[in-house]
């Protein structure tokens, strides 16, 4: 129990409030190389920074869900729509790990442009060997006009190590810890909005992957382990300012993986914002 407690309630030094809004997104954004743009697909590249790291020192899980988002985002752009929209739903699958200094090359595709609806699948993969480090795949319901990012003034080269999971992991109060279940809660802070004012998918999913490891820790385990697959369904909007309750459940816990359910409400309506899964495999804590 009090592993999952230190986990979530952990100090750091980083002042998180002086950070500008909209922070998450230029964040895990910064240094993306555009290397061709064709109708419905994107080809681009970036070197791994140690800002978007995780405690086992490769490439935070829940950046890359984040930039599933922005990516896959960016490609359905190149089919000639005018507005990115909203999300309903991103699966990973995590097949390697990605250390920093590493090129990773990433490919976006569109699978399917209707009316309302767009898919597209998002490949990461290690430029040097072309082995495939994730596989993303992005659905988008076409309902909000597309907003031009403003320039961020914050200078991303100077930001702390492992910066990206500090941004998302601070401002939790722990409600409720028991064996296999945990509830906490966040009033949604200006850093982790995108362009809309509304909670960032990168930010939630991100929530489901740190939330989703703790309650790994409530049953004795040594080890989170590494992510394997995280889904999320978006469901509504979260706003600056409102108070969202998180509810953590262990589905599985086997000798060598673990399956939780990560649920993301508004306390004060009950209203499901998302809804996540996570699959982790706990033999040791570096890569698969």
């Known amino acids: 129990m009090e592993a999952a ?9 980083i002042e998180i409030d002086s950070l500008p809004p909209i922070f998450i997104e230029p964040l895990v954004s910064h240094g993306l190389k555009l290397e061709l743009v064709e109708p419905g697909r994107l080809l681009c590249s970036f070197i791994v920074p140690n800002r978007l790291l995780n405690a086992g020192n490769f490439m ?3 950046a890359t869900a984040a930039l599933v988002d922005v990516i896959g985002s960016g490609v359905m752009l190149t089919s ?3 507005m990115t929209g909203v999300s309903v739903e991103i699966n990973v699958s995590y097949l390697d790990a990605a250390y920093v200094g590493e090129e990773i090359e990433v490919e976006a595709k ?3 442009m209707g009316k309302a609806i767009g ?3 998002v490949e990461f993969r290690k430029k040097k060997s072309g082995k495939i480090v994730a596989q993303g795949r992005h659905t988008k319901y076409f309902a909000k006009r597309y907003l031009e990012k403003k ?3 914050f200078d991303i080269e100077t930001v702390p190590r492992r910066l990206f999971e500090v941004l998302v992991s601070q401002g939790y109060h722990l409600h409720l810890i028991e064996p296999g279940r945990i509830i906490c809660s966040l009033t949604v802070p200006t850093r982790l909005l995108k362009g809309d004012n509304s909670l960032h998918g990168g930010a939630t999913a991100t929530m489901v992957d740190l939330i989703g490891s703790a309650v790994l ?7 989170s382990g590494v992510s394997v697959e995280i889904n999320i369904s978006y469901l509504d909007s979260a706003y600056a300012g409102e108070e969202i309750e998180v509810e953590a459940k262990t589905l599985l816990l086997g000798k060598a993986i673990g399956v939780v359910s990560v649920e993301l409400r508004k306390k004060n309506t009950g209203k499901i914002i998302a809804h996540g899964r996570h699959s982790k495999y706990l033999v040791g804590s570096s890569k698969m």
Do not use: I
Not at 5 to 13: A, D, G, P
């Open 60 to 62: 935070h899980g829940g």
């Open 119 to 121: 898919v597209v699948s």
């Open 151 to 153: 320039e961020n003034e």
């Open 80 to 82: 000639g729509v005018s």
């Open 110 to 112: 569109t699978l399917r």
């Open 5 to 13: 407690k230190r986990f979530l309630e952990k100090e750091n030094k």
């Open 217 to 223: 820790y409530t049953h004795g385990v040594p080890a």
